[in-house]
């Protein structure tokens, strides 16, 4: 028996649909894939030349047109570490200033980020909202009146008076609180049914808690400071106190630059961060993700 077309449309018509769905889906995946291989080559690829160019022997001005392939020999490396007098010190200074800042971000900013979540006191809301606040202030308007004040205390030149300035960035609190605020309050009631002070419930319950968003703070933090330029170059005089990144551009001659030690030194200043970034790049996406969070 000869079924009807309109059956036999009937039946040809979901299966086609199935079909071109499956193959839209199908493109969509590699269009997407296309676009972020794209992006990630055109982000990387300036790192890519600066390393190419640090393991490529240079001899006065750099070739604009980009090396691919680079010639894997540490002579650049050799100049930089055997002609360039501070550098050990300022891979020290940076690593004291970075290590300093960042461990007081994770102390403090953790503390203060589960009084802002969890606790009760008079204008609670109101103090979070002002410390908030001081993050829409651009840095360069506070250049002036911080250098006065660094110069007022006798930290200028000194290791001190950059890391001191660092300490007060408030956006670890917001990050903290932000993630505390998610944490169930049954735990803290919990543990003071059974007699524990709030010192022993933030150590022993908060904190071990707050691992992922500690691992971000530290991360973040240690990655911004360790790449501060500005401050320290103007907070620093002296080459034995320089920090990595201002003394990598020290390096820059008046009438003469050697590009490969420059480029060198680049490379050697950027490995820690791209180290982190290696060893921990789920924490910073769970760092953005927690910024997004409804407190």
């Known amino acids: 028996m000869i079924e009807p077309i309109g059956h036999v449309r009937a039946g040809v018509r979901p299966a086609q649909r199935r079909r071109r769905l499956h193959w839209s889906a199908i493109w969509g995946k ?34 604009l047109t980009p090396i691919l392939v680079p010639a894997f020999r540490l002579d650049n490396f050799a100049r930089l570490l055997g002609g360039t007098k501070y550098y050990a010190n300022w891979m020290l200074n940076s690593l004291v200033v970075a290590l300093a800042i960042t461990a007081w971000h994770v102390i403090f900013d953790t503390m203060a980020g589960y009084a802002f979540a969890k606790r009760r006191f008079p204008g609670r809301n109101l103090l979070f909202w002002v410390l908030l606040s001081t993050l ?41 609180r932000q993630y505390i605020q998610t944490l169930p309050s049954e735990l803290e009631e919990a543990a003071r049914v059974d ?7 933030f150590w022993e319950i908060i ?12 991360i973040f933090t240690f990655v911004r400071f360790w790449n501060d330029f500005l401050w320290p170059l103007i907070v620093l005089n002296t080459p034995q106190n320089y920090t990595l990144t201002v003394g990598v551009a020290n390096l820059q001659g008046e009438f003469m630059t050697d590009w490969g030690v420059i480029f060198s030194g680049a490379a050697l200043a950027a490995l820690p961060t791209i180290v982190f970034f290696l060893a921990f790049q789920r924490y910073f996406l769970e760092g953005v993700r927690m910024g997004a969070i409804k407190g």
Do not use: Q
């Open 136 to 176: 829409m202030i651009p840095v360069h308007v506070t250049l002036i009146p911080l250098y006065l004040i660094t110069r007022r205390i006798g930290l200028v030149d000194t290791l001190g008076g950059v890391i001191l300035p660092g300490t007060a960035v408030v956006f670890g609190i917001f990050l903290m």
């Open 207 to 218: 904190l071990p808690l707050c691992k992922p968003a500690v691992a971000s703070l530290a």
């Open 195 to 201: 007699g524990a002070g709030e010192l022993r419930i």
């Open 30 to 63: 590699w269009a997407a894939v296309a676009v972020l291989v794209v992006t990630a080559v055109v982000a990387l690829f300036p790192m890519y030349w600066l390393f190419a160019n640090a393991f490529t022997p240079i001899s006065g001005t750099p070739p």
